[in-house]
Structure formats: structure tokens, C-alpha cells
């Protein structure tokens, strides 16, 4: 394990989690002995703009039954859920956090679908999956963390399918400086890889991505018109400081210092 991996998921590690997601939910006037996933969808968005991101991002592709769903960095699995309840689809999952994993293990089987959705501990940049088995790879806020985005990028193309699609949301470095810190995905800058939407672009490329399409998230990152309707998840998984964090996303969007993508690139058949 490199140094900046270690450091990464000490970032994002939370003791008892499972737990503390539902005492949070218990505690806002939810009946967690009958837990379902729109309940969790309070807690289980880490990213920005919360499910309504998520559904914006999975109406950009076709998703059926019998789509092959890779999701690349899960979190504490919200997405998969969405998703596996939404469209029907099997998915297997991947997070570098074991706290993340262990959590969406137990919130799919309390929901009823570990049959549909399968989690481990994985890192984008070494997927261990065959070659072409999957139809879409799907990934919410994960490149700011990935130093080798050039390895990611193989990774994903490998493993997908011919005429496969990779869909990613991410933040981008903005032309007007460094953002400012500490954001929800780092602290400081040591372990924060920005890139611009130009070099993401040519990077995909370089990987054999064809049919790359990008599009600028309605408003900025952190912007209260794409906020999550709750702002309960962010505190109890993220941190109590998760408030001063998103304000900073916030700020160094409209200053034109991050940008908010959504990304959407084809392998080749």
C-alpha cells in the first residue's frame, strides 16, 4: 500500500458506520427496522449534488436488466442501489475504504438486494476482473483522488466490453488557481489530482476511448441548486467539518477554480 493510498482511505475512514448512519437516520424520525433504499438516499450520496446527480448521470446512457455494471469507487454503495432497484441490473462494486465496503454489504442486504449487487475492496487503478465484462463502468467523484488517471483509464477500457461506455462524474481544475482547502475529497493538496477538462479528455484518448462526450453539471460544484435535499449524510459519514469543506467547493467553483463534469467515452468495438 503507497503512502497516498493509505493516506486516502484514512480521509474517508469512519468507525461503526453502519451505526452511525442509522442512529442519524433514527434520530431525523425514520423507522429503521423497515429500511429501504429512498431512505438510505438521505445518507448514501457522498457526491455532489446528491441523487439528483445520480439520476441526472444515469439518464445519460441506456441501463437495462441486463446491463453488466461496474461501479468504480462505490462508497457506501448508494448508487449501486439506485441503480440495482431502479433498472434491474447486476452490478459489482469496488471501493478502496473497508469501512465503505463493510457498510454497503450490510445496507444491500437489509434492502434485499445482495442478490443484484456485490461489493469489495478494490482499487480503479488494479481491477481485478476480466477483460470485457462489463457493458458500462460507472463512477461518481473518484478521479480527484486517482493520482494515475492514465492507469485507471486502462483499467476501465480493459474491462469493459466492445461499444462499451464509461460514465464518470468528476471535478476538474478550473483556469483561475489552486481551490481552496480542505475539500469533501481532500484536506490539502498533497493527495487532491486535478486535472483540466482538456488533459481528462486527451488522457481517455491516449487510452482508446472514442465518442468522448462532456458536459459542465448545472451549476458549480457544491452549488445549492444541485445540493442533496439532506445534508444529513455529508455530516455523519464525511465529518462534522463537512459544512466548511463544502462552502470551499462552493467558493472555488464560482471563482472558476474547480469545474463540476459530467463525462460519458466509448471503447472502440
Known amino acids: 500500500m503507497t503512502d497516498a493510498t ?14 452511525r448512519i442509522l442512529s442519524a437516520l433514527e434520530a431525523a424520525g425514520h423507522d429503521t427496522s423497515n429500511l429501504t433504499v429512498e431512505m438510505l438516499h438521505l445518507v448514501d450520496q457522498l457526491h455532489g449534488g446528491g441523487l439528483n446527480s445520480t439520476i441526472a448521470q444515469a439518464g445519460m446512457v441506456n441501463i437495462g436488466k441486463d446491463t453488466r455494471v461496474f461501479d468504480a469507487g462505490c462508497g457506501v454503495g448508494g448508487s449501486s442501489r439506485y441503480l440495482a432497484q431502479t433498472f434491474g441490473c447486476q452490478i459489482k462494486a469496488i471501493d ?25 475492496q478494490g482499487n480503479v487503478t488494479d481491477i481485478s476482473e476480466d477483460d470485457q465484462s462489463f457493458d458500462l463502468v460507472w463512477c461518481q467523484n473518484v478521479t480527484m483522488n486517482v493520482e494515475d488517471k492514465a492507469r485507471m483509464f486502462a483499467e476501465v477500457y480493459r474491462v469493459l466490453a466492445p461499444g462499451g461506455r464509461y460514465l464518470f462524474s468528476h471535478t476538474a481544475r478550473g483556469p483561475n488557481g489552486e ?18 477538462p482538456e488533459t481528462i479528455v486527451q488522457s481517455l484518448e491516449e487510452a482508446g476511448f472514442i465518442n468522448i462526450e462532456t458536459r459542465t453539471k448545472v451549476g458549480r460544484p457544491g452549488n445549492a441548486a444541485i445540493r442533496s435535499t439532506s445534508e444529513l449524510g455529508q455530516s455523519v459519514i464525511m465529518g462534522e467539518d463537512m459544512p466548511e469543506r463544502q462552502a470551499n467547493a462552493v467558493r472555488s467553483g464560482k471563482e472558476g477554480r474547480l469545474i463540476g463534469m459530467f463525462v460519458i467515452a466509448e471503447r472502440s468495438v
Request: with cysteine; hydrophobic share 35%.
Open 179 to 196: 481551490p481552496h482547502y480542505p475539500l469533501p475529497w481532500a484536506m490539502t493538496p498533497e493527495y487532491s489530482y486535478l486535472e483540466t
Open 6 to 19: 493509505s493516506t486516502i482511505q484514512m480521509h474517508y475512514a469512519v468507525n461503526d458506520l453502519a451505526d
Open 96 to 120: 478502496l475504504t473497508p469501512e465503505y465496503v463493510e457498510t454497503a454489504v450490510h445496507f444491500n442486504k437489509l434492502c434485499g438486494l445482495e442478490d443484484r449487487i456485490s461489493v469489495s
